[in-house]
């Protein structure tokens, strides 16, 4: 069974630059979760989907960041403009369902870095 | 607000030691998650504990979930390289539908 994919692995782009990451997950899981791990930290929840609906974006800095799900499959995060904070990991995971979020699968991340 | 707290931070020791990390809250969780996660992958889920008190053992890992369901140990026995990384724990939010993690414990074992 194919894990979570995510692309790219790496980014570098300059503050105020846009950057959008892909994520794919594991066939048949309904849940898809984004996650930003800052270096040093645990990862931190930006926005979780069920299906093609948003669950919690609670902590996603929505003046410029977005994400959608529109097919319930796949799914694209964007960060527009970046700053220098926004330096981080960021994470996809996905689970069979809502209520199965402890049992989540994570892809390798994307590593940003702002400069 | 939940947090997890995690200590140690750092953690460097010789192959063949022993070692705990935990993972403390002011709140109650219906579970608590342990995961560890390697440079440059995603973190990789051990086991989930459940029951106030529950212990459940992995080969020479041993995670204990506490009687009040507020705290959670990770016992190593005779660590190896292989063991070294991120360990991270995790328990549900409020609502049930996502994870909060700690700051995580970064383990280094030397041969």
């Known amino acids: 069974e194919a894990g979570v994919a995510q692309s790219p692995r790496y980014k570098i782009i300059e503050k105020r630059q846009s950057v959008a990451f892909w994520c794919n997950p594991i066939?048949?899981?309904?849940?898809l979760y984004w996650y930003q791990q800052i270096l040093g930290q645990g990862p931190k929840l930006l926005i979780q989907?069920?299906?093609?609906?948003?669950?919690?974006d609670s902590q996603l800095p929505k003046d410029r960041f977005s994400a959608e799900r529109l097919k319930g499959v796949d799914s694209t995060l964007k960060i527009q403009p970046a700053k220098l904070e926004d330096s981080a990991v960021y994470l996809c995971?996905?689970?069979?369902?809502?209520?199965?979020?402890?049992?989540?699968?994570f892809g390798p991340g994307t590593r940003l870095t702002v400069t | 607000t939940q947090l997890l707290e995690q200590s140690p931070q750092f953690l460097s020791i010789q192959e063949g030691e022993n070692l705990t990390v935990y993972c403390n809250s002011s709140?109650?969780?219906?579970?608590l998650q342990w995961y560890r996660q390697e440079p440059g992958e995603g973190p990789v889920l051990l086991v989930t504990?459940?029951?106030?008190?529950e212990v459940k053992k992995l080969k020479r890992l041993t995670f204990q979930f506490g009687d009040a369901r507020k705290d959670s140990s990770l016992h190593i026995t005779a660590a190896q390289p292989g063991d070294t990384g991120l360990y991270l724990c995790?328990?549900?939010?409020?609502?049930?539908?996502?994870?909060?993690f700690g700051k995580g414990t970064t383990l280094s074992v030397s041969s």
């Open positions: 504990v459940v029951t106030g008190g």
């Open positions: 066939s048949g899981h309904a849940t």
């Open positions: 995790a328990g549900a939010n409020q609502a049930g539908t996502a994870l909060i």
């Open positions: 995971a996905s689970s069979f369902n809502w209520d199965r979020q402890y049992e989540q699968y």
């Open positions: 989907f069920q299906n093609n609906g948003v669950v919690d």
């Open positions: 709140s109650v969780f219906s579970s």
